[in-house]
């Protein structure tokens, strides 16, 4: 099924998918830290009470939120380079046809005897 006037500007798309898969690594980086940090604090606590509810936010929030942003993240810079190859193998593809097309028709009179 054909979109209309769908387009997708084949030098800059690549570029913006780069910049969005570093942004997104970055957050992987934070998602790190914050790991490090949740366990540091809770290390250097000296109180199980303390410890205990540092760990259960991060575990029971923070660190699910931050997989599932990380996993999104990665699924959108993933799948927006399947449909960047997709674009571009169609657009080959229709031009292909297009000139296996123009073989078929005759040019001069002559041809077309």
């Known amino acids: 099924m054909a979109l209309p006037d769908y387009w997708i500007d ?14 997104v ?12 940090a949740v366990e540091t604090a809770a290390g250097t606590s000296n109180s199980a009470l303390i410890m205990g509810a540092l760990q259960e936010v991060y ?19 993933n799948e927006a380079d ?3 190859a997709a674009y571009q193998d169609a657009d080959r593809q229709m031009a292909d046809d297009a000139r296996l097309a123009t073989g078929e028709y005759a040019y001069t009179a002559e041809e077309a005897r």
């Open 82 to 84: 399947k449909m960047i």
């Open 10 to 23: 084949e030098v800059q798309a690549p570029n913006v998918v780069d910049r969005t898969r570093t942004h």
């Open 25 to 36: 690594q970055e957050f992987a980086d934070r998602r790190t830290d914050l790991s490090s």
């Open 59 to 77: 575990n029971g929030y923070q660190g699910k939120l931050a997989s599932v942003l990380d996993f999104t993240g990665q699924n959108v810079v």
